[in-house]
């Protein structure tokens, strides 16, 4: 498990969103029996009303990414080594990345779900989860750099990121149809921040002289977590001359959750969240004669809002140029305890935290930013012959700076019953092609579903201690599966 572990905190240091992720699959867009469609689009209701208990509710787990564990990790003489080993040819490497290499995980899961059917035909949703995030940006050149230093006399290295957030999430929500062919829907939403940490890295210069590594670099780092007091190494006692003293101890953040007394733990617990809000909305219009009958268009804008968040530590790039002796040649080495991976991993993650250099400059600030906003845009046709078989594409927008992405999804669908649906897709977006699809059933008292937006071709072999594989090439993964309680007939929006 420990190695297991070991990786994925390597894909962490190398490929590092604020947050606000759909907790629905886009696979489930275009079914409209699917409980939680009201998620992608607010103007979307449930065919029939509901509750659902924490955890299985509704948990959807994501990664997203251009890069995959192939991209790092290398067969070595029976072994696995990294990417840093000579005997990895830097164009094998660096031919398997982009100009900009992205990595996004989320993670969701409800503390309670309710949708009702109103007397007068609307849809009414109540929602708290729990959501976690991260997303990290890092270009070409940096790769670059620690595969081929020397090659060149200087690197410019720009546009780094990583980016997390945790928060919990209360939301109301409500549909309702307007004409017979025109529905809409808004949902706000109530957020309180447990942690969020962004670092950026604007430029970055790095010039060889003699037998070192001189580094300019502007960037900032704002940390808002709660408890945590990040210190500096004048504060630990760690700097090596006075220059230091300003310099943020990462290696001091481990002990930082220490209090004198449980009133200072309550109190920096309470300064510490964060408060935000947040509003969905959505609207559908159906074609239901003419030419265009059987054609459906909607459209939604997702989490339009705001989070401020409470005793922010922010920092900024040291000012004056500081030294790097570089990365080390990585060759992997057997040992009595069998850990070579893991100790080289450990070791590239030791060279990379001494690469980067923050001075603290502020300290218990407030500071407020926008949210990930999502827009969405679908059109489904249901066919002439069958109107319960339907094509639908959707196109999904992630704007959120240097980690936006978008996707266009071509699905089929299909359902011949009120408590069947199922969908397949297709779709390609800023992280490469991914086939999806989803199962739900909606019985009367009961609903079942299971999700994805992206269905691994290829695995790596099972890692020890969780006993499969994951994505060897692109690390594209999502799950989103569900169980809920259904308490009423099967309805539709308008009627009453």
Known sequence: MKKTFIIILLLSVFMGYQAAAQDAVNSGYFVENYTYRHQLNPAFASSRSYFAIPVVGNLNFTTQSNLGISTFLYPYNGQLTTFMNGAVSADEFLGKLGKNNKFGVNVSAPVFSVGSWGKKGGFTTVEMSIKANAAFNLPYDMFDFMKNAGAKQSY????????TDAYAEIALGHAHKITDR????AKIKFLVGLASVNARIDDMNINMTEEQWSINATGSLDASVPMLKVKTKGETGTAADPSQNNEIDFDSIKDGMEFDSVSDLFSALTSGLGYGAALDLGATYEFDSGLLEGLNLSAAVLDLGFMSWGNTTTAAASPDPWTFEGFDDIALKENENGNSLNDKISSLGDDFKDMLKFNKTGDGRRKSNMLACTINIGAEYEMP????????FLSSTRIQGPYSHSEGRFSLNIEPTKWFGLSTSYGISTYGSTWG????????????????????TQLTAPLEGIGIGIP?????LNVNFGLTFNISKVRHLGDR
């Not at 025109?182 to 829907?185: M, R, S, T, V």
């Not at 009961?446 to 999700?451: C, E, K, Q, R, V």
């Not at 060897?472 to 594209?476: A, H, K, R, S, V």
């Open 437 to 456: 699809a989803i199962v739900n059933f909606s019985f009367p008292g009961l609903g079942l579903f299971i999700g994805t937006d992206s269905i691994p």
């Open 156 to 163: 410019d290295i720009s546009n780094f990121g990583a980016r």
């Open 385 to 392: 012959f069958y109107r319960r078989l339907s094509v639908g």
């Open 472 to 476: 060897c090439n692109n690390l594209n």
């Open 182 to 185: 025109l529905n809409i829907g």
